[in-house]
């Protein structure tokens, strides 16, 4: 086991959600946990709270986990999700309002060093949606 | 109006019928949302109402509790859009803070706090173009114990014509700007047809 975090991919299709997970994967070394989901119950466009969950634990870290979206109901279905989990872990989780592939690859550079939830929050600052 | 007292058979017919109304609306959702969103909130909703026709006569509940928190929970893991999240939200809030035997009071006061979760949900509040500004102005019908639920029925409709006007910041159609103008909020008709649907079972008690 090691400290890194864990990163969770959601996107409205299933598709580039394991895209990304996948390209993900090809770029760091294993010590990230990376989980995917993407797409509603009956397999078309959207997002689903309960895969979003299972995604969140099988990412799981104790450091910590950081989702990536693409807007709308994949980040507040993510939220739901997070309003699951108990206290302790709810604390460990955060949303990132980056762009979604550009964020979990500057994510996995440097989270695979062993920085923190907080600490990659705030590189990621700057690529914030919200700057937009 | 009389108190929110209805019968577990009335209360169970009162979700059906809103239930296949919404899905009677899909396709009229859907083309309003293709204007200023993504184009599925009809089928997102009709999704969600027809997992709800699937499960209603196979629970159990005692109370008016139990079914709010029945539709939340079903909501929020069947419709697939930001809509079950807030729907959902809403009715599972509701539930979750209302009492076995709710007055008219205790009812305003659960449906505030659904509406409060809500906002803070969707980091977001009246006048933005959303469902808010239907439900809003409902519950502040609701508050003043108007003589019909066929005047509360109204309120939500004309609620709902207005964000015609409005110019949307929250969601996919907040990216159209001042396009958004002049088309009617998908989220704020479906809000329409839930209470419409209500109202109709209810007044039936006046």
Known sequence: MNNNIGIVIVSHSAEVARSVADMLGIMCDQSINIAHCGGNKDGGLGSDVDQITAAISSAWSDSGVAIFVDLGSTEINSKIAIKRLSKDKMKKVAIFDTPLVEGALTTISIASGGESLNEIQKVLKGMSLSLL | MKPFFVSEDKLRFMVKHTAETVISFEVELNEL??????????TN???GC????GAIDQIEYDSLRDVLIFIGKTLISSIGGASG??????????GENI?????????IDAFDQGINETMILGSSHVNQKTILDVIVPVLDA???Q???FLDIAQVASIASNRTIAMKAEKGRASYLGDRSIGHLDPGAHSSDII???ICEVLCDYE
């Not at chain 2, 949302?33 to 009809?42: C, E, L, M, R, V």
């Not at chain 2, 999240?85 to 509701?94: E, N, V």
């Not at chain 2, 076995?100 to 009071?105: C, D, G, Q, R, S």
């Open chain 2, 195 to 197: 209470i419409r649907s």
């Open chain 2, 85 to 94: 999240a807030l729907y959902g939200t809403l009715f599972l809030t509701m």
């Open chain 2, 50 to 53: 027809k997992t709800l026709l």
């Open chain 2, 142 to 144: 609701i508050k003043k």
């Open chain 2, 146 to 148: 108007p003589d019909s």
């Open chain 2, 45 to 47: 909703m009709s999704r």
């Open chain 2, 99 to 107: 009492d076995e035997n709710p007055t008219t009071e205790t009812f």
């Open chain 2, 33 to 42: 949302d293709s204007a200023i969103g993504d184009g599925d909130h009809g």
